[in-house]
């Protein structure tokens, strides 16, 4: 599995836009990015998954450059809901043979001031 | 609706007294985990499934035990529980391993071992 790097931790206020990095250096070309959400108590929840490119759903954007190395989970206009630790996991689908542990790691905890 | 059960919700209970933590899913999923969540060290894997009667270890199986004799049952095991044992604990579930699938996970259950 590859080893995601991502901030411990953000601040930011209400209404502004909010991009948080991951770095996957050394992502396999089988592996997709994806990203959870986990609020206080409460289990993680997928938010987005990409390959390549842009994804974008009603929550948040994913950004992925072509070298597949990093990717950035862009929420915009944050309110104080939003509040809560962001995951990215870099796996494939679990055709091959491997090892299946998932590693959710420590995350990045996004906190939101009003 | 589809759900990943947990119970107990919380438990307290004292170092030695063996103790089950059952999760239950009713999606049909093959892949089934189980996650222990600590202040400061995020989200590990300490068991998974990946169908009936196929388990391996994750990155914290010491002191616990699966078993997974029906596709939607995945009870977590402590036969001799002690106080580095109390921690929220999370079940999840997804249609097959791999990263790429997404994971549903259950409520949580918060043990702590006096």
């Known amino acids: 599995l590859a080893k995601t790097t991502q901030p411990i931790s953000m601040d930011s206020y209400e209404g502004q836009e909010v991009n948080i990095t991951c770095s996957h250096n050394?992502?396999?070309?089988?592996?997709?990015i994806t990203w959870y959400q986990q609020f206080p108590s409460q289990g993680p929840r997928f938010i987005i998954q990409?390959?390549?490119t842009k994804v974008t759903n009603e929550v948040a954007s994913l950004f992925i450059p072509a070298d597949r190395k990093s990717s950035t989970l862009s929420l915009p206009r944050v309110s104080l809901s939003d509040t809560a630790v962001y995951y990215c996991?870099?796996?494939?689908?679990?055709?091959?043979?491997?090892?299946?542990?998932?590693?959710f790691g420590k995350g990045t905890k996004l906190s939101v001031i009003p | 609706e589809a759900q990943v059960t947990q119970n107990p919700r919380y438990l307290i209970t004292v170092t030695g007294k063996k103790l089950t933590v059952t999760c239950s899913q009713n999606?049909?999923?093959?892949?089934m985990s189980w996650y222990r969540q600590d202040p400061g060290l995020g989200l590990r894997q300490i068991y998974y499934?990946?169908?009936?009667?196929?388990?391996d270890k994750g990155d914290v199986p010491e002191g616990y035990k699966v078993s997974r004799k029906e596709k939607r049952n995945f009870p977590l095991i402590l036969e001799s529980p002690s106080p580095n044992q109390t921690s929220l604990y999370f079940c999840?579930?997804?249609?097959?391993?791999?990263?790429?699938?997404?994971?549903?996970f259950g409520p949580g259950t918060r043990l702590t071992v006096l």
């Open positions: 999840a579930s997804s249609l097959r391993q791999g990263t790429y699938n997404e994971q549903f």
């Open positions: 050394n992502i396999a070309t089988n592996d997709y």
């Open positions: 990409g390959y390549k």
């Open positions: 996991l870099v796996g494939d689908t679990g055709s091959g043979a491997g090892s299946y542990q998932l590693t």
């Open positions: 999606m049909n999923h093959e892949y």
């Open positions: 499934s990946m169908n009936v009667e196929v388990t």
